[in-house]
């Protein structure tokens, strides 16, 4: 059997396609595996950052903790003061020590039943009544989203 050169440069083609995807899959794997490596890195990365910034976050919450019951403890100090110079006035006025502390006790009871109060009325707009109402009229019940007879205003 003897070939001609047509047909060597003949058989010569497929060998050459068929090796030139595997010269080209080679690259495409080293690309894909230089993107999975990039991948990881940015992965790391972010989760290094998050980790850090988690850190921040506690260690700024804990702080932030520690000067508001700080800051409390003086706000009451300083109310506890200014009741004893009121009470002190008070004596001062003419009243006894006895007198000048139940008027303050009451002043401070009034004050407390008004903060109360308010904090009740405020309550009510945690409800969500608007949007209540348009969920209750989207569905076909007309409902009002004021709460029933006796329900506490705080319950959904």
Do not use: C
């Not at 058989?11 to 080679?26: C, F």
């Not at 008004?114 to 949007?131: D, E, Q």
């Amino acid at each position: 059997m003897t070939t001609s050169p047509e047909t060597l440069s003949d058989q010569a083609l497929p060998d050459q396609e068929s090796t030139a995807p595997e010269q080209t899959n080679p690259t495409l794997l080293a690309a894909v595996q230089q993107w999975l490596q990039s991948l990881r890195v940015v992965v790391a990365r972010a989760i290094d950052i998050t980790v850090l910034e988690a850190r921040l976050a506690a260690l700024n919450f804990v702080l932030i903790l520690i000067i508001a019951v700080a800051s409390g403890l003086l706000l009451a100090t300083a109310w506890i003061a200014f009741f004893g110079a009121v009470v002190a006035w008070f004596h001062e006025l003419g009243l006894s020590w006895s007198a000048a502390l139940l008027s303050m006790a009451a002043i401070n009871l009034v004050l407390a039943i008004v903060g109360g109060f308010t904090i009740y009325r405020m309550s009510n707009n945690l409800l969500f009544k608007a949007i209540r109402k348009f969920i209750l009229y989207e569905e076909g019940e007309h409902v009002s989203a004021e709460p029933a007879a006796g329900e506490s205003p705080a319950a959904p």
